[in-house]
Structures are given as C-alpha cells and as structure tokens.
C-alpha cells in the first residue's frame, strides 16, 4: 500500500523521508518479524521498549519507522538508509489507525459485536454466535478460547489481539462471507489502544468485579477502561448493559448509541422472572418487547441466564426474531472449561475457569443451590489458586469466598509464573484458616488427584482457575497441562478399575 494513502488519519507530530513515491508491504511491531519494505512500529511495552530494535528492525528492510520516542534513533542513520521516520504522540494508537488502514477498514464491511466486562465475556460470544448461525448468518468470534471464522478455528493468543491481528481477522471474516463478528474486549486492549478505530455495531457489559488491579491499580480505573468502548460508540449502535449491576447504571453515561438494558429488574427492557437451576441446565419467563417466552437451556447456574439474557436481547436487538432465538438455546454447544461437568460418575466434577472472588462465588452458590434441591448430604470440595505476578489484592477474597461455600479446599498451583507458590498460598490463606478441611498441595495434579481419592459418592469437586488452558506457567516454562485430562484420568482410575 502506498505510503501517503496508509497515513490517512494519522497525527503526526513529525514526519521526515520519502512518501508520495513509498509503498509499505506489511506492518509490525516484532522486530523478529520485520519483512522487507514494511512499516516497523516502535511501542513501548511492559518489559521491552521496541524503540530498542528499530535498528534491527532496518536492518532485515523496514524502509518506514513509527516512533514515539525521537532521542533513541539517529536522523542521519535515517537518511543514510532512506528510511522514513514517523514521529507520533501515541505509538499504540498509530499502530490501531495504520492497521485499520492498511486492510481497508475491514471493520466497517462486518456487523461487529464487543462484549466486555469481568466475567461472562467467553459465554456470551458463543451463544451469540451459536444464535446467529441458527437464523442463517455465518458468524466469526475473537475470545480467550479460540479464534473463529465460521468453523474455521484459530488458535487465540490473547483474549484481544493487538490491532493488526484484529484487523487481519476480521479481513478474512470478509472474504470468507461473514456477515457478524462477535469478539471479547478486554480491559487491557482498550486502555492500550488495539480496538481503537474499530467500528462497533454494539457492545455489551456483563459485570464488573474485582480483577486486574495489578495493571489498572483501582476499580476506577478499571472501570474507565470498559467505559470507553461505550464513550465511542456511533449514534447507530446499539449499547446492551447488565443494570442488575451497579457499574451497568453508570457506564453508558457519555454514550450516544441506543441504550438497551436487561437483568432481573423491573426496569429491564429483557427481564427473567422464576428462574429454575439444576445440573440439567436453566429455565426461565422473559419478559421482552411486551410478550413474555419460556426460556430453556443446558448451561448451568444463575450467572448463565444473566449471559443468555445480554446475548438474547443483543441479537434481539439486530433483528433475530425472539422465537428463533429461543429456539437456540435448547441445544447450545457446552463452553469449554466454563461449568463443565466430566463424565457421569459417581463424584461430579466441574472444570470452570474462574479465577475471580466474584466467578468463584457465583459458580460455588450454584453448585450450592443445585445440591440444597438435588443431593442434600453432598460435600463440595474446590480446587483453586491464584496466577502468579498478578493482581495479589484479590487473593485472601477468593480464599474467604471458597471457604465459606466448600466443605473441604485445596489450594494449589495457577500459573505461578515467577512468584513464589508459597507466597501466593500465604496470600490466599490470609482470607481464611488452615484447618483439616483445608489443604495446600503445591503440585497441581496431586492436589485433583486427592480431592478425587477423598470425594464419597454424590460429593461434587470444582477444579477452578483454568477451565480451557492446556498448560502451566512455572516460571519461564509454558508446561503442556490440562485439567480435563487430568480429572478424566483420575475419575477412570478411581471408578472404572
């Protein structure tokens, strides 16, 4: 692409080098990655400062630099080499406009949906995919799982991509005759710029708790962080919010879209009413455009009929009709890692990613509430532990949370990365007190395979924190480990010899 058309939009605070007659192949901000005659992005990051690797980076044939930073680089180095630099304000947000740019604005030739929000984000995306497959439209998703076009899977790096994978996703969603793309937005990828410039056709909150504070420091800022994907959302969109939560009240304040609520109040414009749980799934009445449906599916617990309800009332809202859509909630496809029961045996149990006070509680009081109905004199038995170099606040709160709602804890490894599994233990067990009933087993297999070995029949076991990983981070190492697997393994064992 040429050079001046891929500056479209772009502030530049300096720009100095060839441009009408330069065309640009590719984009990056890898230095490993540099192409010849491509567009080398410098952006300052947590650990690497990529102003470090611009000579590198012209060295494998950058012939354009984008730079923040104008004292790490030599203008005469420069012209020497018949580069030209590109001084900006923002590094992040010039690699979001000159992706979007460079593969056409490809989001504005897609029906885009953006989920955000604590928990619920993965759910949601799937049951709106799997809703809009049903009414005829081939969909793509971008989430913390998997990467979709159609059937098409991608493995996922990140929950958000950086922009030029975002936009190099939905280029090929439109080739391969997506009409919708529905996508989880983090939190980081909106204060860091990489949906920056992506034109949403709505957006959807789920809730908001306690997580994250080891990068935005205070709820505030975390909440701001969520705000901005509805602060910049054009007046026909549509914003979709959970006002059962208090944040869902004040996060379309600044919004011009159409503000579309649900939740279990009255003042909902989707509402549940009579909800019934079991381990057979969920039912309840909405109440929805004046006319009210019985709703039924086989995800599972309370939290899941608020991410039925957002995905009900979004695709609602792009015209679906409601009867097609309740009609698809009969047969969703399970989540993986997300309240996934292994098996049928004697002992449940459930693989569930959560990793937050408020996930852990709300997956707990189903299990709770289920077996008050279904199997009074069950234990229920959590397995749990809290990531390394991360978010260190939240821990003796989900060791308070899992304490009171278990009969027997065993806390464990979590990706403990470069901390200490004895400090993160420590902080957890702050929250509440080792006793009989509450164990630390370092070595995560060992600690499934003992709550297994300990469970009596009709006792339910939740492995919780990793739902879908497939490894461990144990310092540099990325370990190949799965608790399905592991669970799987172990229930045979026990049962089937």
């Known amino acids: 692409m040429n050079l001046e058309r891929l500056l479209a939009g772009l502030e530049v605070i300096q720009l100095s080098g060839e441009v009408e007659r330069k065309d640009v192949v590719d984009i990056s901000y890898d230095s490993r990655k540099v192409k010849r005659n491509s567009l080398f992005v410098a952006v300052k990051g947590f650990n690497v ?3 470090d690797f611009v000579m590198e980076a012209i060295a494998k044939g950058a012939t354009v630099i984008v730079i923040e930073d104008d004292s790490k680089i030599s203008n005469d180095y420069l012209v020497h080499q ?3 630099k590109i001084l900006v304000k923002d590094s992040r947000k010039a690699l979001a406009v000159l992706s979007n740019n460079f593969y056409e604005k490809p989001s504005t030739r897609l ?3 953006g989920v955000t929000g604590t928990n619920g984000k993965t759910t949601t995306t799937y049951v709106i995919k799997s809703i809009l497959e049903r009414a005829g439209y081939k969909t793509g998703l971008i989430g913390t799982i998997q990467n979709f076009i159609g059937d098409t899977v991608i493995p996922a790096e990140k929950t958000t991509p950086e922009s030029p994978k975002i936009n190099d996703l939905f280029t090929r969603m439109v080739e391969a005759g997506c009409k919708y793309c529905v996508m989880e937005v983090s939190s980081h990828s909106l204060e860091l710029n990489r949906v920056y410039g992506v034109n949403f056709t709505g957006a959807i909150f789920t809730n908001l708790t306690q997580e994250h504070l080891d990068f935005h420091k205070t709820m505030e800022n975390y909440f701001n962080a969520k705000k901005k994907l509805f602060d910049e959302l054009n007046l026909d969109a549509i914003a979709i919010v959970n006002i059962d939560d208090e944040y869902g009240k004040k996060i379309t304040l600044d919004c011009k879209a159409k503000i579309v609520s649900y939740g279990s109040s009255l003042e909902a414009d989707y509402r549940f009413v009579e909800p019934k ?3 057979n799934g969920i039912e309840f009445i909405l109440f929805a455009k004046g006319e009210n449906y019985s709703v039924k599916s086989n ?7 608020y991410n039925l309800l957002g995905s009900i009332a979004t695709c609602a809202e792009l015209g679906i009709d409601i009867p097609v859509i309740v009609e698809s909630m009969r047969n969703l496809k399970p989540i993986p890692g997300r309240f996934e029961v292994v098996g049928n045996y004697p002992v449940k149990v ?3 990613y959560a990793h937050t006070p408020d996930a852990l509680e709300n997956v707990l009081s189903t299990i709770r509430d289920i077996l008050k109905y279904e199997f009074s004199n069950s234990r229920v038995f959590t397995v749990f532990g809290a990531g390394g170099d991360r978010d260190r606040t939240k821990r003796p709160f989900m060791g308070k949370i899992v304490k009171s709602l278990s009969d027997v804890v065993i806390i464990t490894n979590d990706n403990p990365r ?5 400090q993160i233990f420590n902080d957890i067990l702050s929250g509440l007190e080792l006793n009989e009933n509450v164990l630390v087993i370092e070595d995560r297999e060992e600690a499934i395979k003992r709550a ?3 469970a009596r029949n009709g006792d339910v076991i939740l492995v919780a924190g990793k739902g879908h990983e497939n490894f461990q981070i144990i310092k540099d190492k990325v370990i190949p480990f799965n608790d399905r697997e592991v669970v799987e393994r172990y229930l045979i064992k026990r049962f089937n010899t």
């Open 49 to 51: 400062d990529g102003h």
């Open 82 to 84: 018949n580069v030209t």
């Open 111 to 113: 029906k885009i949906i």
């Open 277 to 279: 749980i079991s381990m």
């Open 299 to 305: 995800l599972i617990g309370r939290f899941n009929i």
């Open 350 to 352: 459930i693989v569930d």
């Open 418 to 422: 470069f901390e200490l599994p004895s």
């Open 452 to 454: 297994i070995q300990m």
